[in-house]
């Protein structure tokens, strides 16, 4: 007696089906596989362009190494270079901040690429920050829709993961 005995033409069909479900259950786990991939290296490509320019470096070279603005300075004697500087490397950072809180992009990925980077622009721009928000009558600490709020939220969730102090006032 055979294990493969078939009994009837209906028994044919229904293991066929069975078969072509199966494979048709794999495709789609393929594909679904294949479609997470490629939006994740759009998502780091995505995140290349924004962080990696030319111009962007630069901009976050000289607010990492030059830009000052103490707690007390006021906002109007800040030079064109360390404002025009500045504001771009905060609107990046804040954009790529609001993408990963979001869940749009890869947190881990964004923290193993730049983390320590945004970091360090925070801790140099955070008073240049609580300026502009007193300037507008906003909290100082920030608040939901305040200036650059993502990028203080993810600063403050993360600091911690990358082994970083907080910065000294």
């Not at 800040?78 to 404002?83: F, T």
């Not at 923290?111 to 945004?118: I, P, Q, T, V």
Request: glycine share 4%; hydrophobic share 40%; with cysteine.
């Amino acid at each position: 007696m055979c294990i493969w005995q078939i009994t009837s033409g209906w028994d044919v069909v229904s293991s066929v089906s069975s078969a072509v479900i199966a494979l048709g259950v794999a495709f789609v786990f393929w594909q679904v596989w294949t479609l997470r991939k490629e939006s994740r290296l759009n998502q780091f490509s995505s995140l290349l362009v924004q962080w990696g320019s030319e111009d962007e470096r630069k901009a976050r070279r000289y607010v990492v190494r030059e830009f000052k603005f103490d707690k007390g300075d006021n906002l109007e004697n800040l030079d064109d270079n360390s404002r025009t500087n500045g504001e771009l490397v905060l609107a990046r950072c804040n954009r790529i901040s609001f993408l990963a809180l979001k869940g749009l992009i890869s947190e881990k990925d964004i923290l193993e690429f730049a983390g320590r980077s945004m970091v360090r622009c925070w801790d140099k721009t955070e008073n240049f920050i609580k300026a502009r928000r007193r300037q507008v009558n906003e909290p100082e600490e920030g608040e939901p829709l305040s200036y650059m709020y993502h990028f203080q939220q993810f600063v403050t969730k993360n600091r911690k993961k990358l082994n970083m102090r907080t910065s000294s006032p």
